[in-house]
């Protein structure tokens, strides 16, 4: 159990003048959050998928930071640890489409070729995506009674952000890269969903971890939450939700991320072991970031609600540090 409170009706994140709706903090097992923002400048939206295969991992991200639209698609073959990607930023996210609702709506992002879809309804999201040597085509069906974990975190009145973790969603379909075309199977991939609307801080870090496998997800946070009565942390058995409310402590060499990390705490005792690492930068002045996500296994096991200990070993996916100013 958790001593964060569970919503379990639709509510407004913000209230009319914009300030974080107190009725809104707490956590949900679906999206219930309209995220119904005002103001210009401090406002961040997107829409993140992960998806992993046994040849590849895809991450696709289309992004409005208000000020300017930062969208990806990256590809790794695993096997030759090949990297495939286009990122692009465009001025004052022109042409970008972000509903306020995740799982409902279209989500849309252009720029210099690269080109994302994302199509959501009550079955579940389609994606499809270009970018230069990359043509994706996916299908994520929405299990009955799957459940995912959404998250307000309150740094203040005016500095908040909602967040969706849908983790271990089936996917399939199609990756095309250099034009070879591989298959994508719901019986041996899955997709993770990181949607987000907020106002944030100028600066901020944070460490973000997940992880599937047959029936078995995990979904842990950190840094960023740390102090405001919430976290993002969840254990997934079955497509059911365990809530794990505790701050967790995170450690990992910074001189080399990929040597294994340690994420524990109360009901969480987590190691991680990176096969590749990804790193991210962008530095433009006063707007900069830098993200090293490395891919891998999980090892270890967390609690469920009954204090049955699941195992984690053998669970593929990513542990991340990112650090922005924006």
């Not at 004052?92 to 799982?103: E, L, Q, T, W, Y």
């Not at 994302?116 to 079955?123: C, L, N, P, Y």
């Not at 009901?267 to 072991?273: S, T």
Request: charged fraction near 25%; charge should be neutral; proline fraction near 6%.
């Amino acid at each position: 159990m958790t001593h964060e409170k569970e919503i379990v009706e639709p509510v407004d994140l913000c209230m009319p003048d914009g300030r974080l709706n107190p009725a809104a903090i707490g956590w949900t097992r679906r999206p219930l959050h309209r995220a119904n923002l005002r103001g210009w400048g401090r406002a961040k939206r997107w829409e993140y998928w992960g998806i992993v295969t046994p040849t590849h991992i895809v991450g696709l991200v289309a992004s409005s930071l208000d000020y300017a639209g930062v969208h990806g698609v990256y590809v790794l073959d695993r096997a030759t640890k090949v990297e495939t990607g286009k990122d692009v930023v465009v001025p004052f996210a022109r042409g970008v489409v972000m509903p306020p609702v995740s799982g409902a709506g279209t989500v849309c992002a252009r720029g210099d070729g690269l080109s994302i879809d994302i199509g959501q309804t009550a079955e579940g999201s389609t994606i499809r995506a270009t970018a230069p040597g990359i043509e994706i085509d996916l299908v994520v069906p929405l299990p009955p009674g799957h459940e995912s974990l959404g998250v307000v975190v309150p740094w203040s009145t005016r500095r908040f952000q909602y967040t969706v973790k849908d983790v271990g969603r089936p996917v399939r379909g199609s990756l095309r890269v250099n034009g070879t075309t591989h298959t994508v199977a719901e019986d041996d991939s899955f997709a993770v969903l990181d949607h987000g609307r907020g106002k944030w801080p100028y600066a901020i870090t944070w460490n973000w971890a997940a992880g599937s496998g047959p029936d078995v997800s995990i979904q842990l946070g950190g840094k960023w939450t740390d102090g405001t009565g919430s976290t993002e942390n969840a254990l997934f058995t079955g497509g059911r939700l365990h809530k794990l409310g505790a701050e967790l402590r995170w450690s990992y060499d910074r001189r080399d991320w990929l040597r294994p990390w340690r994420i524990s705490g109360d009901r969480v005792e987590v190691e991680f072991h990176p096969f590749h690492e990804k790193v991210s930068r962008t530095n433009l002045g006063v707007v900069a970031s830098e993200t090293h996500q490395c891919f891998g296994h999980f090892s270890g096991w967390a609690q469920a609600d009954d204090g049955e200990r699941v195992a984690l070993d053998g669970l593929v996916g990513w542990a991340e540090e990112a650090q922005n100013r924006w």
